[in-house]
């Protein structure tokens, strides 16, 4: 048996058994297990188990100790549907995590200066803003499109870099004055999206030091972290207080926990010790279909917080 079989087997099996021990903890004390962090499904992932409605969903993730949810796709859902995931998540008591305001992968929207395609990044962000405040979301995701690799026209990266700043601070007098949050998320070029403008913590930390604002964070994506820089740990700790949000999934593959290279208990032990209360979204799919896969999934997030 190879190891991704063998974890995948061990998931289910400590899925089961940890089902069981949920039963008879609800049985007699009435309570239900939960988690040490804010960790966040998305809809889709437990579909199996819980059906399509989302609001039976949110319900299975919170029957399971899921304190939060994200939906980076909330803003192009319908308005009857934005209030029924807010009306369910209220009455469970659950935090919204991110959804994404904007995110112009493959174009250079925020490197060059163009008034138009500017108005509507900033018309992005004003949507964005009205459906936060509708389903009491808090942080809105961000992505500033792509560098300017080429072509006589090219701009050097300096002033690449000073445009997407000016942006920024345009989008943040937009987002602060709601009491928001717009993360930027670094993204990987080797497996998902290259030439993306923005790649490494570094960079999304510099740049947030010059916009200048609590509306204005790091997004951690662990998973696509670990393929640009690796040592987690670390560069977490350096950018410690520009990080206003996570999200995992393991490499490679992009699943959950347990089925690649990334050392999750830790992770999430020392993010847990630095005092983190907000969300860590899972931005990721399931190794394996149908209930078992979700009963691996939850397996893996019993497991990772076992610290």
């Given at each position: 048996?190879d ?12 899925a ?7 039963g ?11 988690f040490q ?5 998305h809809?889709?992932?437990?579909k199996n ?6 609001a ?12 939060a949810?994200?939906?980076n796709?909330?803003?192009k859902?319908?308005?009857e549907d934005?209030n ?7 009455k469970?008591?659950?935090?919204m ?11 250079l ?25 509708r389903v009491?979301?808090?942080w ?25 700043i ?16 717009m993360?930027l ?17 570094d960079q999304?930390?510099a740049i947030c030091?010059?916009?200048n ?14 393929i640009?820089?690796?040592?987690l740990i ?12 996570f ?7 992009r699943?959950e926990?347990?089925t690649?290279?990334i ?7 020392h993010?847990?010790e630095?005092g983190?209360?907000?969300?860590i ?9 149908g209930?078992e896969g ?10 990772a917080?076992?610290f």
């Open positions: 048996m190891r991704r079989s063998f974890l995948t087997t061990a998931a289910v099996a400590a089961a058994s940890t089902s069981a021990q949920m008879q903890a609800q049985d007699n004390s009435g309570e239900k297990k939960g962090l804010k960790y966040a499904p809809f889709g992932m437990f188990s819980a059906g399509d409605g989302l039976d969903q949110l319900k299975f993730a919170h029957d399971q100790g899921f304190t949810w994200e939906d796709g909330m803003p859902r319908s308005v934005q029924i995931v807010a009306k369910t998540m209220d469970l008591g659950m935090t995590g991110v959804l994404v305001a904007h995110g112009s992968i493959g174009k929207t925020f490197v060059r200066k163009d008034q138009a395609v500017w108005d509507a990044v900033l018309a992005d962000i004003k949507h964005g803003i009205e459906v936060a405040k009491n979301a808090k809105m995701t961000v992505v500033p499109g792509n560098v300017d690799e080429g072509g006589r026209d090219r701009i050097a990266m300096g002033y690449q870099t000073a445009n997407v000016e942006l920024l601070r345009r989008c943040v007098d937009l987002v602060e004055p709601e009491g928001l949050v993360v998320e670094p993204l990987n070029w080797y497996a998902n999206h290259g030439g993306v403008f923005l790649q490494r913590s999304a930390y030091k010059a916009v604002s609590p509306a204005c964070k790091i997004l951690f994506d662990i998973y696509h972290q670990q640009t820089e690796g040592n670390p560069n977490i700790d350096a950018c410690w207080d520009e990080i206003g949000y999200q995992s999934g393991d490499n490679p593959g699943k926990p347990g690649g290279e050392n999750y208990r830790n992770v999430f032990k993010i847990h630095k983190f209360d907000g969300v979204g899972m931005e990721h799919g399931n190794s394996m279909k209930v979700e009963q691996a999934v939850i397996a893996a997030y019993r497991d917080d076992n």
